[in-house]
């Protein structure tokens, strides 16, 4: 069964993938508990973050349930609105800067004290979960690029797929920063890697508001 929702999970997971590298809150909050308390923290933070996805993808896939069986045309205004918030992220990143608003964020603090694990767990789950943005991003893609009539398992699993990626993505962050030169390589070339990303998501979005 998995297979004939092959091609809707690779959209998915490419468009979500693409929103995750971006840098945002998550990314400034991982970088800034890498630095100045240590990998270990960091990671946890990474964990936490994932664990924060968790909240949208819950909600989001309750309340789209209930919208397609209650209100067949405000689905039909959500896609459209969820649609032209991808886009909007696309140009965001298409205009990133050379110079990154998170270098400031990411001055190593080598004599700082180290966090609680458990506080760094729930400051990356509580930094993604409370983030409004990501309620705009699941909706959108949850009314975009997933079919109402995909089974709610399925999205379910969607839903953990994403919750994964975003804990190992910020992973792979904390363990690149806790390297002062990868961190100024991001700082000096990292506008580059977002345009490419903001490209990709406006030809996304084109590509869904031909098929609405």
Request: aromatic share 10%.
């Amino acid at each position: 069964m998995l297979s004939t929702y092959l091609g809707e999970f690779i959209a998915l997971a490419t468009i979500h993938l693409l929103a995750v590298i971006a840098p945002g809150p998550d990314f400034a909050v991982t970088i800034r508990q890498s630095v100045r308390f240590g990998r270990l923290t960091g990671l946890c933070t990474a964990l936490g973050i994932g664990a924060g996805i968790s909240v949208h993808v819950l909600y989001t896939l309750l309340g789209v349930g209930a919208l397609m069986h209650a209100l067949p045309w405000l689905l039909t205004v959500a896609k459209v609105v969820g649609a032209g918030y991808i886009l909007y992220l696309g140009i965001n990143l298409l205009r990133s800067k050379a110079r990154s608003q998170l270098e400031g964020m990411a001055q190593a603090e080598p004599d700082s004290p180290r966090q609680r694990l458990g506080k760094a767990f729930m400051t990356g789950f509580l930094t993604n979960a409370t983030n409004p943005k990501a309620t705009l991003f699941f909706l959108a893609i949850f009314t975009t690029v997933v079919s109402a009539s995909t089974p709610l398992q399925v999205q379910a699993l969607y839903g953990v797929w994403m919750c994964l990626v975003n804990a190992a993505w910020f992973v792979i962050v904390a363990l690149f920063f806790s390297s002062a030169r990868v961190r100024q390589v991001f700082l000096r070339l990292g506008h580059w890697f977002e345009r490419s990303m903001g490209l990709i998501l406006i030809l996304f979005a084109g590509r869904l508001m031909l098929s609405l």
